[in-house]
Structure formats: structure tokens, C-alpha cells
């Protein structure tokens, strides 16, 4: 559904964008200035070129409906899952994450270490031995792609908070690491240790710790 309403949001932007026309980034503009754009007989758009835009528009709203529907079901399920509302006590962890990951692994029983979840999700660094010694290189990429997203897009939103809370465990480990590294490599590895915080929450049967799970 997401990627149907992207193409959707795409689809309208090259329209408007044929005959010169650009509106504001995001889904606001399209629910709030769109409709009217495509009344207007002096917009600049052909009667047929009108006409395309509600039917897309109009496929995009039933789009957006079902999108937010399922987003009202995913909140209910995870107020009603111990598990879930567990999982979001951690940082960067909200309901959809929550939701998928309790969804692809019920408890993380089938995973013995917190490693091994990573491996699986594709958060562990790759590994080549160059001259006798061992290199770490980028992320396997392998295995979960939806949940390696969700966990990096989780480690994005706590990088853009990591100067706001330097004395939080976790904010003070990532400023450190991105001293030393870039950015995105910081972000990974903070998605990696969000899958290993993410393992022993869920096989603690305990709320989220800051001092125990960092």
C-alpha cells in the first residue's frame, strides 16, 4: 500500500509537472491544493488532463483511507499485546516495528543470540581477510529487508535527536561512534544495536532498561 500510494503521489507529480506546474513536497498539498488546482480552467491543464488527475487523485484517497485503517488496526494490536508495548519502550522502536518484528519472530525463541536476530534482519557487518587480518565491511544487506528498513529508519530518527540528549547511554555512545565514523556507518550500527536491545527485551519478558540493555 505504501509503495502503491508513492507511485500514485508520483504518477500526479509528473502530470502537474508536463505542463509546468509544481506543488509543495508532501501528502498535505495533494489533499489540500490539488483539488482545487484541478477545478481551475485556467490552471493550465487540458479538460483530459483534469480529468487523469481526479481519477488519480481519487485512487490516491482511497489509497490513503486504507493506509490509515491499517494503521488504526496496527495501534490496536499493539495496545493489546504485552509484547509489542514492551518493544516500544525501547528508543526508536514505535508501533510498526514493534508489530512487524512480533509478527516475523513471536518471542525471538528461534534465535539463541541477539547476533543471530541481527543476522537474520541483515544488520551485521560483512567480514574479508585481507593480508592474514580481518576487515569489517558494510552490512550483509541479507535476509529482512522490511525490518533492516524499519530498524535503520528507528536509527535515524534517534541520530537526528543525538546532540538533545547527550547524557542518555545510548545518545552518548552514538556521538562518540560518530566522531570516528561516518554518519551512515553510525546509523547501522546503532540499527544493529537496536536488533541485539530488541532480542533481549523480548526474551527478558521485561520492559526496556536503559543501564541493563545498554
Known amino acids: 500500500m505504501l509503495q502503491q500510494r508513492l507511485a500514485l ?14 506543488i509543495a513536497r508532501g501528502f498535505y498539498a495533494l489533499r489540500t491544493v490539488l483539488p482545487a488546482l484541478l ?14 488527475g ?43 516495528l514493534s508489530t512487524a518484528i512480533v509478527s516475523a519472530v513471536g518471542n525471538a525463541s528461534t534465535f539463541r543470540r541477539a547476533r543471530d536476530l541481527a543476522a537474520w534482519v541483515g544488520l551485521v557487518p560483512q567480514q574479508r581477510t585481507t593480508g592474514g587480518k580481518p576487515r569489517l565491511l558494510g552490512i550483509t544487506k541479507r535476509g529482512n529487508s522490511y525490518l533492516r528498513r524499519l530498524f535503520v529508519q528507528g536509527a535515524r530518527a534517534l541520530w537526528v535527536w543525538k ?3 547527550p ?15 561516518h554518519a551512515h556507518i553510525a546509523v547501522c550500527a546503532l540499527a544493529n544495536k537496536l536488533v541485539r536491545i ?15 540493555h545498554t
Do not use: Y
Open 39 to 52: 477545478e481551475k480552467e485556467d490552471s493550465g491543464l487540458t479538460p483530459m488532463m483534469r480529468d487523469l
Open 9 to 22: 503521489t508520483n504518477q500526479i507529480r509528473g502530470l502537474l509537472l508536463d505542463r509546468g506546474i509544481e
Open 198 to 212: 530488541t532480542w533481549a527485551v523480548m526474551r527478558s519478558g521485561a520492559e526496556f532498561n536503559l543501564h541493563h
Open 163 to 165: 546532540d538533545k540528549h
Open 167 to 181: 547524557n542518555d547511554p545510548i545518545q552518548h555512545w552514538l556521538i562518540q561512534l560518530a566522531e570516528r565514523r
Open 54 to 96: 481526479r481519477m488519480l487523485l481519487d485512487m490516491w484517497n482511497r489509497t490513503e483511507s486504507t493506509i490509515e485503517q491499517m494503521n488504526d488496526r496496527l495501534k490496536c494490536l499493539a495496545r493489546e499485546s504485552d509484547l509489542c508495548r514492551r518493544l516500544q519502550t525501547i528508543p526508536g522502536v514505535g508501533v510498526l
